[in-house]
T-cell receptor, first 113, second 110 residues
Framework: SQTIHQWPATLVQPVGSPLSLECTVE??????LYWYRQAAGRGLQLLFY??????ISSEVPQNLSASRPQDRQFILSSKKLLLSDSGFYLC????????????FGNGTRLTVT | DAKTTQPPSMDCAEGRAANLPCNHS???????VYWYRQIHSQGPQYIIH???NNETNEMASLIITEDRKSSTLILPHATLRDTAVYYC???????????FGKGTRLHILP
């Protein structure tokens, strides 16, 4: 069966510090991978998605970036965090090209202080 | 992706059926209707999907109108644990970019 791992669960970082959130998927190959962010009391915002290694589509041109160094690994990064980067970050995967729901990880709650 | 519209919030008494509407009047023939829900502080969870026939699983039923311009998610016997935000999305299988709307916040009243 397929599983998605996302860590850490919670993170408190000072403004200006770097960020690295990691997501890995097991039990499937060549998944579509997604990063979403949810600010407090708000909806899900799509940040990045990837249809293959090294292929990243950005929906939010801010100080965040994403990378997919391996087929089932998706990393969200920032060189310098802003207060507005606080939120609930969710990684998700989906089989490409055919019926498949999105499967979400448990999320990382990031607080930038 | 076809745009979907949902009421921002709904109330339902515990034990009654919760009927959550979704309008997708611009849906194309290849787009499926997917429903997810998000319980507070968790990732969204897939509930059900359909193309044109009504569907039922252990969680819910999905009723799609004959013209496919709207659908209703039915939770047959709502419990307090069904309190969540419910999202309706229209997607083709080949769609890679998946955008969520604001969904419907369902409150189950004891």
């Amino acid at each position: 069966s397929q599983t998605i791992h996302q860590w850490p669960a919670t993170l408190v970082q000072p403004v200006g510090s770097p960020l690295s959130l990691e997501c890995t998927v097991e039990g499937t190959s060549n998944p579509n991978l997604y990063w979403y962010r949810q600010a407090a009391g708000r909806g899900l915002q799509l940040l990045f998605y990837s249809v293959g290694i090294g292929q990243i589509s950005s929906e939010v041109p801010q100080n965040l970036s994403a990378s997919r160094p391996q087929d089932r690994q998706f990393i969200l990064s920032s060189k310098k965090l802003l207060l507005s980067d606080s939120g609930f970050y969710l990684c998700a995967w989906r089989r490409a090209g055919r019926f498949s729901p999105l499967h979400f990880g448990n999320g990382t709650r990031l607080t930038v202080t | 992706d076809a745009k979907t519209t949902q009421p921002p919030s709904m109330d339902c008494a515990e034990g009654r059926a919760a009927n959550l509407p979704c309008n997708h009047s611009t849906i194309s023939g290849n787009e499926y209707v997917y429903w997810y829900r998000q319980i507070h502080s968790q990732g969204p969870q897939y509930i059900i999907h359909g193309l044109k026939n009504n569907e039922t699983n252990e969680m819910a039923s999905l009723i799609i109108t004959e013209d496919r311009k709207s659908s209703t998610l039915i939770l047959p016997h709502a419990t307090l644990r069904d309190t969540a935000v419910y999202y309706c999305i229209a997607l083709m299988n080949r769609d890679d970019k998946i955008i969520f709307g604001k969904g419907t916040r369902l409150h189950i009243l004891p």
